[in-house]
């Protein structure tokens, strides 16, 4: 759920564009423009209209569509507008036409009366339900902030996590460098959304795309390297935990145990990466990103190399390679 009261207000200066965008302006009822949204549901409200009002969802957006419409200007003709009444004492966040249709002045002076806000959008029913319906979702999605860095590499979003200071802004520069893309440094915001894709963006996107470089200042990683060496969001597929090496410590070697790490009850695949003088971290997330991409494809390069090594020993070659006839060593 949305940290903060979400409003119809708020719905209304949603900055959407393409395939998200809602195409919606008040009509009626701006009064009740601070009318808070609570769910990310919708609701037809034929039954209610017609005077059915058991188990109707006046907590959700009413979506009026032609054949709402349609009754609407029935009663309208037949000046039956009883169950408006009824219908508006519910409290309903707004109203939605779709198609660009216009409600009668009835039904505008019961909304004005009520302070209920009327809004209106040109796309059809079901393609307004499809976005809105995707919107409120992203909106009222379980979510976080992790310190971090968020990369696209080969595709892959990884996330950067470690302490301050072990080289997790440096390794993502180089990895812009190599013609990856950077999606927010410093502060990643992750949502849970369809309850198994976690989606991180930064904060604010002003100044997601800045960078913080010790020794060199704040940089603009779009005015540097261009808006293709950056992206608004990106899937987290993969955390790369950054860590000092630590001599006593045992790395892992093989990697035929994968590690996960669960965020907002979702795991998501983990490796540790050491950190010393002389490991080239970019190159080795590379490779990390492209195993992980094999992984998803049903290759596991770990488990094929254990299984290789055991049809080895199987056929005797292992036993043939240590004892051997040739004694000249």
């Known amino acids: 759920m949305a940290d903060k009261k979400f409003t119809v207000l708020d719905?209304?200066?949603l900055d959407l564009s393409g395939h998200d965008a809602l195409e919606l302006k008040c009509i009626a009822g701006r009064r009740g423009l601070p009318r808070a949204i609570t769910i990310p549901e919708?609701?037809?409200?034929?039954?209610?209209?017609?005077?059915?009002?058991?188990?109707?969802?006046?907590?959700r957006l009413q979506i009026f569509g032609r054949g709402e419409w349609a009754y609407l200007m029935k009663l309208k003709k037949e000046q039956k507008i009883e169950s408006l009444e009824i219908f508006f004492s519910n409290n309903v966040p707004c109203c939605v036409f779709t198609y660009g249709l216009e409600p009668p002045d009835e039904f505008r002076l019961l909304?004005?009366?009520?302070?209920?806000?009327i809004?209106?959008?040109?796309?059809?029913?079901?393609?307004?339900?499809?976005?809105?319906?995707r919107v409120l979702s992203n909106?009222?999605?379980a979510h976080k902030t992790m310190h971090g860095v968020l990369v696209e590499v080969f595709g892959i979003g990884i996330l950067l996590n470690g302490h301050s200071g072990v080289g997790k802004s440096e390794t993502a520069l180089e990895l812009v460098e190599r013609g990856h893309r950077l999606v927010a440094d410093d502060i990643i915001e992750i949502r849970c959304v369809n309850g198994n894709i976690l989606l991180g963006r930064g904060p604010n996107t002003t100044i997601s795309h800045h960078m913080e470089i010790r020794g060199l200042g704040i940089i603009n990683i779009s005015q540097l390297y261009g808006v293709g060496a950056i992206r608004n969001q990106k899937e987290v597929q993969?955390?790369?935990?950054?860590?000092?090496?630590?001599s006593s410590k045992e790395y892992d070697r093989l990697g035929t145990e994968q590690n996960y790490k669960e965020v907002l009850g979702v795991k998501v695949p983990m490796i540790t990466i050491p950190v010393k003088p002389g490991r080239n971290l970019p190159i080795i997330i590379e490779a990390a990103a492209m195993n992980e991409r094999l992984k998803d494809m049903g290759y596991n390069s770990a488990k094929d190399f254990n299984q290789n090594i055991l049809k080895w020993i199987e056929k005797g070659d292992a036993k043939a390679a240590y004892y051997g006839t040739d004694d000249s060593y």
């Open 11 to 13: 719905l209304l200066d």
């Open 42 to 59: 919708l609701n037809r409200p034929g039954l209610a209209l017609s005077g059915f009002y058991e188990s109707f969802a006046g907590d």
């Open 111 to 117: 909304a004005e009366n009520a302070c209920c806000p």
């Open 119 to 133: 809004l209106q959008t040109s796309l059809p029913s079901t393609e307004f339900s499809n976005r809105i319906t």
């Open 139 to 141: 909106i009222f999605a």
């Open 238 to 246: 993969l955390i790369v935990q950054l860590e000092d090496w630590d």
